[in-house]
């Protein structure tokens, strides 16, 4: 995709420490991204380590961004570039920041592995307990596009509940745990972890979870088991969401 914004990459005077949460900001309108920047690293616990008009300023650059928090406006161009940028940044945790209400470019920002949505017109605090909370590995969605996301994520689930129950009846333990882990947004690295297997074999799981159940990634994965019954996972909503 042909981009005609100007791509700048910024690298903080400040390196990241191993207590503070790194914080990649990008949007190509500049006053927001100054007050952004000025409001993040207001926080004892984060700092803004690089900045871009749009995301495909990052992509040569992308595996520097180990475990940051890429703080993204949803109606950048470079959106589409979003899976080139999380296949090469390991374990990057993207947070889309939007006023927009176009509800399935929101759904498709999450499906392309988006682990947050936040609006701009929330409070400062709102923001920086966002960016917490996706960087902890939680996923978070105001409570007014709950609905409408998981709605628009969902639209292959709609099978009659006796062919649910089937599907769920052919899981077997171990793929229930992962399961569940999933709901809690933990990925392949930290289930291994949790569950004291390879991450070969959970892959080897998730590949057998998507096709019993009919699912097409990890987002609809979730979708699942929330609908489901498979999992309880930690969806932050702030106080203060409509």
Known sequence: MTL?????????????????IAVVLVTNESIVRAG??????????????????DIAALISTADKF????????????GLSV????????????VL???TSSDHERHATAM?????????????????????????????????KMMASVLDDMSRVLNGKPDAISRQIATLTARERQVVSLIGEGLKNRDIAGRLLITEATVRHHLTSIFGKLDVRDRCELVV??????????RTSRPSTAA
Do not use: C
Request: glycine share 4%.
């Open 111 to 143: 499906r392309m592995g988006a682990r947050g949505l936040v609006f701009k017109e929330n409070t400062p605090e709102t923001l920086i307990k966002a960016i917490q909370k996706v960087h902890a590995g939680e996923v978070w969605l105001e409570r």
């Open 36 to 53: 952004l920047r000025l409001l993040i690293e207001r926080a004892e616990d984060m700092t803004v380590v690089a900045e871009a008009d």
């Open 82 to 93: 979003l899976p080139d940028f999380l296949a090469r940044a390991a374990n990057a945790k």
């Open 96 to 98: 889309v920041l939007s």
């Open 66 to 77: 180990n475990d940051h928090v890429a703080l993204i406006d949803v109606d950048e161009r």
């Open 224 to 233: 699942y088991a929330f609908r489901h019954g498979l999992a309880e996972f």
């Open 4 to 20: 005609d914004v100007t791509s700048r990459l910024q690298t903080s005077k400040n390196p990241t420490a191993s207590t503070q």
